[in-house]
């Protein structure tokens, strides 16, 4: 009897311990559970679009007139004032 | 007296992410290049200011920030209008913004307060720690910390509700969404 369904009832059981006990306080049910996972699923891809934005900037490097402006303003003997 | 070259290869090696930052702040590549400019200029003007061995992006990042802020509450009399004019600018002058894949994390982005917004930028993009963060806003630290928990907060939202409701999905913003639900 105690042996006819192992198979159904574990690893649903596995996989929800591992999402829920680390993400929260009890267990309110599926919705909560998704709202959280969909909340870190989200920050993680706003970090990507954020770092994607800048590098795209950053990897355009240091424009020609304002290399030329350092490179001019550093050989000044006054300073820059 | 010549400037060091070491110290110049320094602040030319920041300019990349510095320009990346301002661009961030104005939402326009011509403003944010002359405000890069002037950064530079004040910068190397009062380079003895600067002590060598100590940070360098985070001094010129404080300095690009002050005269940021400083020059936003002349020319916008009331510092409540700035985040709407942000806003605005994005919307006249899309094609000044940048590449068109971002323009709509662009235009949520815009929509955070801007003390929010440098915040984020600053951790999430730029790669400072909060420390550094805290002194190129000139704020303590648990401040910066929770600008850019309210700003993370604010974008998720902000894109998707985006996405759903006026704007329809763009490529970025599915993909926001399809990894939320999928896995």
Sequence with gaps: ???SKPVNLQ???ANADKAETRDEMGKSGTHRRSEVRLGREVQARIGQQLRAMYD???SQGVPPHIDELVRRLSEQ???AA | MKLDPAIRDQVLATVPSLRAFAISLCGNIDRADDLVQETLLR?????DSFQPGTNMPAWLFTILRNLFRSEYR??????EDA??????TLKSHPEQTGRVEFSEFRA?????PSDQREALILVGASGFSYEDAATICGCAVGTIKSRVNRARTRLADLLAIDSVDDFGPDRATRAVLAGGGRT
């Design chain 1, 1 to 3: 009897m105690t042996t």
């Design chain 1, 11 to 13: 690893p649903p059981a």
């Design chain 1, 56 to 58: 795209d900037v950053v």
């Design chain 1, 77 to 79: 003997d006054d300073g």
């Design chain 2, 43 to 47: 910068a190397l003007a009062h380079i």
């Design chain 2, 74 to 79: 002349k020319r916008r009399r009331e510092v």
């Design chain 2, 83 to 88: 985040d709407g004019r942000y806003a605005e």
């Design chain 2, 108 to 112: 949520a982005l815009g929509k955070l």
